[in-house]
Nanobody, 123 residues
Framework: QVQLVESGGGLVQAGGSLRLSCAAS????????MGWFRQAPGKEREFVAT???????YYADSVKGRFTISRDNAKNTVYLQMNSLKPEDTAVYYC?????????????????WGQGTQVTVSS
């Protein structure tokens, strides 16, 4: 079992930045690929970014060049640095852990999920 707790969400103006954190506990953090997903009101949850156990990263086209995913294995934490935020980035952001690394974009690969943190970007 892996427990995930997100933090760092909030309200920010368009063009601003936020850094989300996801602290993991339970099983060995380095055994898991990690991902960030988001769900906007009235929309399905969508892939944002993923990082493999070895540190390879992949991003949704909508956030490429603006968001950066990273992990600190010593702290059992994954981060999502979000720059140049847009109103359309408003959503609840979830981190998730996958025991194996496939595409990294498919929600079904992820076995453990956090409770989510709200990000609101005002125009």
């Amino acid at each position: 079992q892996v427990q995930l707790v997100e933090s760092g969400g909030g309200l920010v103006q368009a063009g601003g930045s936020l850094r989300l954190s996801c602290a993991a506990s339970g099983r060995t953090f380095t055994n898991y690929a990690m991902g960030w997903f988001r769900q906007a009101p009235g929309k399905e949850r969508e892939f944002v970014a993923t990082i493999s156990r070895s540190g390879s990263t992949y991003y949704a086209d909508s956030v490429k060049g603006r968001f950066t995913i990273s992990r600190d294995n010593a702290k059992n934490t994954v981060y999502l640095q979000m720059n140049s935020l847009k109103p359309e980035d408003t959503a609840v952001y979830y981190c998730a852990a996958a025991p194996t690394y496939g595409s990294g974009t498919n929600q079904n690969e992820y076995h453990y999920w956090g409770q989510g943190t709200q990000v609101t970007v005002s125009s």
